[in-house]
């Protein structure tokens, strides 16, 4: 199985087409939020299942804040980010998930990409599809891969 993790696309699609038709196949998208009311544009571009969740610029949205999603042998939690505090760290976000006893938080809102494994809780991020704020600025995503035997394989990639 093949997941493709997104998020921060800011109602600008063209990049998010771009990694879509880099990707090629994968069953399912996880967006993390700030689509900007764009959820239903967004659900056009795939041909596969879309979890989304709402992100700080999501205003008048009634997508849910946050979802927990069983994917393989995995519990994942989904959030934005932005009710932790992901900017000033991870460390909330890790015990919430830990909390919950999930096995992988992805999140958004720092545009920036992350991938941490700590305590046994992997933190992703797949930074932002049209703004990122990392040293070089390439707009960003992420894969999960799960392999035959059933492990989950993370990976982050750029746009050009």
Request: hydrophobic share 35%; aromatic share 8%.
């Amino acid at each position: 199985m093949r997941v493709l993790i997104v998020s921060d696309t800011h109602k600008k699609h063209e990049n998010l087409k771009e990694i879509i038709r880099l990707v090629g196949k994968f069953d399912l998208m996880i967006h993390l939020g700030d689509a900007e009311g764009c959820e239903d544009d967004i659900r056009g571009l795939v041909d596969c299942p879309l979890e989304i969740v709402a992100g700080n610029n999501d205003f008048f949205s009634d997508l849910e804040r946050e979802k927990e999603l069983k994917i393989g042998k995995y519990n994942i939690l989904i959030t934005h980010g932005h009710y932790y505090y992901v900017v000033m760290g991870i460390e909330d976000i890790r015990k919430e998930a830990m909390g919950r006893g999930m096995d992988v938080v992805m999140f958004g809102h720092t545009h920036r990409p992350l991938l941490d494994c700590h305590k046994g809780v992997i933190a992703l991020n797949p930074g932002s599809v049209s703004y990122p704020r990392q040293e070089g600025h390439k707009p960003s995503y992420a894969l999960m891969d799960i392999d035959d035997m059933g492990e989950a394989h993370f990976s982050i990639g750029y746009l050009e």
